[in-house]
């Protein structure tokens, strides 16, 4: 019997800094066997302890082909995440999970896919775009569309231009305030949308601020799109990540178990609402 | 065998012997800082004997009852929550190491726990947390060893208090689950009845014998009239669908200029499990402990992410409350959250009354 509060200690094999207050650590279990038994799906997060501070849910952004070795990205935005970027190569920290539904990889199978992102960028978009590129030939084409306030906030912007040259794939970016070295569309990310060139038939998968995904979500049921064929990964305080801490509900959801990704169709009511 | 039986009065102490040395640490409400809570008892004179509770929205007292009166307080601040999910316990000893850390879980030792006195209101609203923390995906370890050896003795209301409603949330006033025995206090003496094998084997080994038709129809229309009497009700008709579309309702910003986000409510349900853990840190700086304690959905960190937080107003956190309680609830679990014990009314220094906030939302419904 154990709590499922009980964490594991994983060993930091490798840092990389995204950019500033973005990092990306590659963690391995202690344990062989906790190293064994760990399976994941492409968009579920594990929750990380940092000794002595505090815990906090991040999602794994490697492919679930190499479960022995776990990609976390983490954002530098508060007291617990403060300690992590403190960490490097050799550290001991704690990881337990994993939790949460993932992305419907496999219902997007066949199918074009679209990636709406927009703000500092979303670590689970990127860890999902991966996972599609190492498997090119199981999906249509892939429609990556990003909208950032200013220019200085489009973080992996190399990664764009990268992804931009790959076949079968378009990128869309935008900014609300341009500046000169901006030579991408001008506009609110919506405006990206009359653009598209995306079938009704295809999946659309989204991850950032919820008025974003919500603008979004209209404008691409406007492609034809259906509620149900629209996902998006929410965020919110999570504690315990197996629906008992109650933090993360969102009215009848725990994010922490049936979500963090939500059909647009599930939650779309609830969005009209604000401090739901 | 499910018959009634007559217990004297007396065979209370008899009772709280044998389950002492069956080995179970035997608790019953006790009068304390003004109200009751479950604590440990010795004997039945522990109990608040001849003692009245006298309830409404935001006022508690206890006052001289009926003499011999065993069971005459309905209830109090303290209900079974705090002896199976703790205000405040550490799950997990982390331990420093040299080339990292071991973290280790923290196991209960404590002995089986006999409850006396258990409101049917109480029994319906711990098979609400074991919905929370046994029957879900998860099973939550420190809360499951308390429950599995616990043994209760309901004690059926034959009066209720002015902010109950048990009967319109069909918890009570009769206990009908989860208990070992279950009693009915009639002036001259109990009514028991079994409710499992080892309620059935308690009644043998009190030496109990068949109720009288005359005190079983005593005892039942006791209940009845508690029952009838109920001094609130609420109209749980199509709650969710009512609560879910009334979002925006103006009642909501109403109750938040009077509610004071004080958590009282939800420290007093039996049922609310939101909980927040935090590492304890030893002064030497080598040890940590994870200790979960009681959060409340009315604190501001409850909804707060990395410097923001979504729930940022009185009205967004109250209407998150009643919500959850009356509507989500059922989507998340398959119940309410809600037993109508009544206690959030009671406990609310303000004084506010779900009841009544339904009743005024359910009113104005659509017209906002």
Known sequence: MATPYLTHPARIVARRTETAGIYTFTTRFVDPAARAAFRFRAGQFNMIYAFGVGEVPISIVSDPEDPATLEHTIRIAGRVTGVMAKWDVGDVVGVRGPYGNGWPVERARGRDVVIVTGGLGCAPVVGLINYIFRRRDQYGDLHILHGVKTPNDLLYRERFDQWRREPRTRVYLTTDHPDKSWHYRIGVVTELFDELAAPASAIAMMCGPEAMMRLAAHALRAKGIADDAMFMSLERRMECAVGMCGHCQYRENFVCKDGPVFSWRAVKELTRVSGL | ?368
């Open chain 2, 1 to 368: 065998m499910n018959e009634a039986t007559r217990m004297p009065k007396a065979a209370l102490d008899n009772l709280i012997a044998i389950l002492g040395r069956e080995g179970y640490r035997v608790m019953g409400p006790v009068a304390r800082d003004g109200t009751v809570a479950f604590d440990e008892i010795r004997s039945a004179a522990d109990l608040p004997v001849g003692i009245r509770d006298a309830q409404e929205a935001g006022r508690y007292r206890l006052a001289p009852g009926i003499d011999g009166e065993i069971f005459g307080v309905v209830n109090g601040a303290g209900s079974l929550k705090p002896h199976f999910f703790a205000p405040a316990e550490p799950l997990l000893e982390i331990r420093r190491e040299r080339r990292g850390f071991k973290a280790n879980e923290i196991a209960s030792a404590a002995p089986p726990h006999a409850f006396i006195g258990v409101r049917a209101c109480d029994l319906a609203a711990l098979a609400i947390q074991d919905r929370i923390f046994l029957h879900d995906r998860f099973r939550d370890a420190h809360y499951e060893l308390r429950r599995k050896d616990a043994f209760f003795v309901a004690v059926d209301c034959t009066r209720s208090a002015p902010t109950c409603f048990c009967v319109s949330m069909k918890t009570g006033p009769r206990a009908t689950a989860g208990f070992d025995l279950a009693l009915t206090e009639l002036p001259g003496g109990f009514v028991a009845r079994p409710g499992s094998p080892a309620g059935e084997a308690m009644i043998v080994k009190l030496g109990l014998s068949a109720a009288g038709g005359a005190d079983e129809a005593a005892a039942r229309a006791l209940i009845d009239e508690c029952a009838r009497g109920m001094g609130r009700r609420m109209d749980t008709a199509d709650l969710p669908r009512l609560l879910y579309d009334e979002a925006e309702n103006p009642r909501w910003r109403e109750v938040a200029a009077r509610c004071l986000s004080c958590a009282n409510c939800t420290m007093v349900c039996p049922t609310c499990f939101c909980h927040t853990v935090i590492d304890q840190t030893e002064i030497d700086g080598n040890m940590s402990r994870r200790v979960r304690k009681w959060d409340s959905c009315f604190s501001l960190e409850h909804a707060h992410i990395h410097g923001i937080n979504l729930r940022p107003k009185i009205h967004d956190r109250y209407r998150q409350w009643l919500t959850h309680k009356l509507a989500s609830w059922i989507d998340q679990f398959g119940s309410s959250g809600c037993v109508g014990c009544g206690r959030c009314i009671t406990w609310c220094p303000a004084g506010i009354d779900l009841t009544e906030e339904v009743a005024a939302i359910r009113a104005s419904a659509g017209k906002g």
